[in-house]
């Protein structure tokens, strides 16, 4: 049996985020690991006040309940709950919302 998903999302594209539109703070306290990697100087952006980049999610099962709707990437806060991730295909927008099992 497929377990019941609630997705909430606006259904809107938003620009991702270079490095410097992050503030230092949390660049320092959150990204750090990310210092010096080129390969992330794109891939920010801030959804119900906090910070996230792409590396933070983990790719989403095809048969999985949340690939519906064409979710790319999860970050669980809970067991049953979390931030779903779809990226556009030019790789420049995103669309982001929650989903609670």
Known sequence: MTPHVVIITDHKWHNFMVRDDVPSGVLEN????????????????????????????????????????????????????GVLVQVHADHQQYKVGRYMA
Request: proline share 2%.
């Open 30 to 81: 959150q990204f750090s690991h990310l210092k010096g990697d080129k390969l992330c100087e794109e891939g920010f952006f801030k959804y119900h006040e906090w910070w996230y980049h792409l590396s933070d999610f983990s790719i989403i099962n095809k048969d999985g309940p949340l690939s519906r709707n064409s979710w790319h990437g999860y970050l669980a806060d809970s067991f049953y709950s």
